[in-house]
């Protein structure tokens, strides 16, 4: 729960949540466990740099399906730090402002193995890498050794924290989720339930409203 420093370390997960789905939970839980996180903070994403507005789902839904997702855990929280933004929202802004409303805590940022390989091309890697915690989840499928020299790169360059988590998780992206409810399919066991009832009362992802399965 508590870094070298004695100071309190908060798990952060960003994204889009488009839905949120049991990878993104398992993800989560397992770096908390590891790195022994006192909590998770999900992010949903407000308007990031490498999406149009037009591809995602509001973020009000977004919003409320992370709520959902996420309400039985007592070691998980929801942000509106970037919902309620209307710049665009960059991870390093981000960070930055929960770290000014959190001063005493150590924060450990989470993200997926894909993300982490596209680090340099985000804004200001080398302030996230130095000021913070970064945790590349490697999901089922990933080449660990193409992280691994990742890795030695950015700690050659930066002198960084950076932790590799190897996560038995689930082998399905919110992509994929979206292309079995446009198709008709079932997607119980891979959201949790009261998303799968919130994206049928809503109606999302073309979805018939008032559909029971």
């Given at each position: ?69 996420t309400q ?36 450990y ?48 360059r ?56």
């Open positions: 729960m508590l870094s070298d420093s004695g100071r309190k370390r908060i798990g952060v997960l960003g994204g889009t949540f488009d839905p949120i789905h049991y990878g993104h939970l398992v993800a989560a839980e397992e770096a908390r466990e590891l790195l022994g996180l006192m909590k998770v903070i999900f992010v949903p994403s407000g308007h990031p740099p490498h999406k149009a507005a037009d591809d995602m789902t509001d973020g009000e839904h977004r919003w409320a399906m992370t709520v959902l997702a039985d855990n007592p070691r998980f929280e929801v942000s509106r730090i970037e919902l309620d933004r209307p710049d665009v929202s960059y991870t390093v802004d981000t960070l930055r402002l929960l770290q000014e409303r959190m001063p005493e805590t150590e924060l940022f989470i993200t997926g193995a894909d993300m982490f390989l596209e680090l340099p091309t985000w804004k200001e890697p080398e302030t996230i890498l130095r000021s913070f915690h970064f945790v590349a989840v490697a999901r089922p499928g990933w080449s660990l050794e193409r992280l691994d020299d990742r890795l030695r790169l950015l700690i050659e930066y002198r960084c924290h950076v932790h590799i988590l190897n996560v038995p998780g689930i082998a399905v992206s919110s992509t994929e989720i979206r292309d079995r409810l446009r198709a008709g399919r079932s997607v119980q066991y891979l959201v949790p339930t009261p998303v799968v009832e919130y994206i049928l009362q809503k109606g999302l992802y073309g979805i018939r409203v008032g559909r029971s399965g």
